[in-house]
């Protein structure tokens, strides 16, 4: 190591060496006793699907292809690991997983550890359920807004005997006071429906949908004004499901919709999310049993990257 100086960050060394972790941030599952910007989280659960399994084996993959991401983002210039202390803190995962509504309590309880540690989450998962308790620690303070990356609004409501599946943790969190609706926007909705008005919750109450028609009319960077001018200057929550992407990039997804936007339209529209009062972020429902390429992994890891990078440098902005 004393020929290249460079190596004694571990995050430069050669990418096939090491313990996989976050992006190849250090790994400290006893986080209270640090002082950290940022925790990288796994949340390998996919009890809340309500069709393909496979969600709870995304963080670990996305751990593995997220070696291949360096410390920079080249188009932004953002490098989140000078900006802030970033470690990847382990899996919030739970020791019951057959009751629903149960495991979302254990994942709110190690979230709730973390923000009361003073951490801000970037999260990978698991199903888009896991959003849910997330926010239960995350906003139960203050209504967060939102700015949702899905080819699926999610605020459903009973199927199959729950109200808590992957299809509807947005319309829980709205009855439950921790999303604003009124600060959500939903970039990508598509796809064929059974009943017309499943996602008439996000229209009655007061959410921003922009079905995927909409998208290619106004193009990624007017859509990112508007989803400006809507969260405004509150506290924001970055959530990407992996299926609003076409299934040409990430067809390793528990639901996958055909005639989405493309991996480079997604990394400009979060890039366009600098500046705002971004308070943790997720990437959900990559399903690698359906992409035995590992590209989707790698899709959902460079998300990750992307989010990291603005959240970042919010915290930055925000430090005295």
Not at 215 to 233: T, W
Not at 256 to 280: C, D, F, H, W
Request: charged residues 20%; negative net charge.
């Amino acid at each position: 190591m004393n020929d290249y100086p460079e190596f004694q960050d571990p995050i430069t060394r050669p990418r096939y060496t090491g313990l996989p972790t976050f992006l190849r941030a250090p790994y400290i599952e006893s986080f209270e006793q640090e002082s950290l910007d940022i925790g990288l989280i796994g949340v390998p659960f996919d009890g809340g699907v309500t069709n393909r399994t496979g969600a709870r084996h995304g963080p670990r993959e996305i751990r593995n292809q997220s070696s291949l991401i360096r410390r920079m983002n080249q188009a932004t210039g953002i490098s989140p690991h000078d900006l802030c202390t970033v470690a990847d803190v382990g899996d919030a995962w739970v020791q019951e997983p057959f009751t629903l509504e149960g495991s979302h309590a254990e994942i709110e309880a190690f979230y709730q550890r973390v923000i009361d540690s003073g951490i801000t989450p970037v999260s990978a998962g698991g199903d888009h359920s896991i959003t849910l308790p997330i926010f239960r620690a995350l906003g139960k303070d203050q209504p967060l807004g939102m700015v949702h990356f899905d080819a699926h609004c999610d605020t459903g409501d009973d199927y199959l005997g729950s109200k808590f599946h992957h299809g509807a943790p947005f319309s829980r969190a709205v009855e439950e006071g921790l999303l604003d609706p009124k600060r959500t926007i939903q970039i990508g909705i598509r796809g064929s429906l059974n009943d017309p008005e499943v996602w008439k919750f996000s229209h009655d109450s007061g959410m921003r949908v922009i079905y995927i028609e909409e998208y290619f009319e106004l193009g990624p960077k007017a859509v990112i004004e508007e989803a400006r001018k809507i969260v405004g200057e509150g506290p924001t929550y970055i959530s990407f499901d992996v299926d609003a992407l076409d299934p040409v990039y990430a067809p390793g997804t528990g639901t996958p919709e055909v005639g989405g936007y493309s991996t480079l339209e997604a990394q400009i529209m979060i890039r366009g999310l600098k500046g705002l009062n971004l308070v943790g972020g997720d990437v959900v429902e990559v399903a690698p049993p359906f992409d035995p390429s590992g590209n989707t992994a790698l899709v959902g890891a460079t998300m990750m990257f992307e989010i990291l990078c603005v959240i970042a440098d919010a915290i930055s902005r925000r430090k005295p």
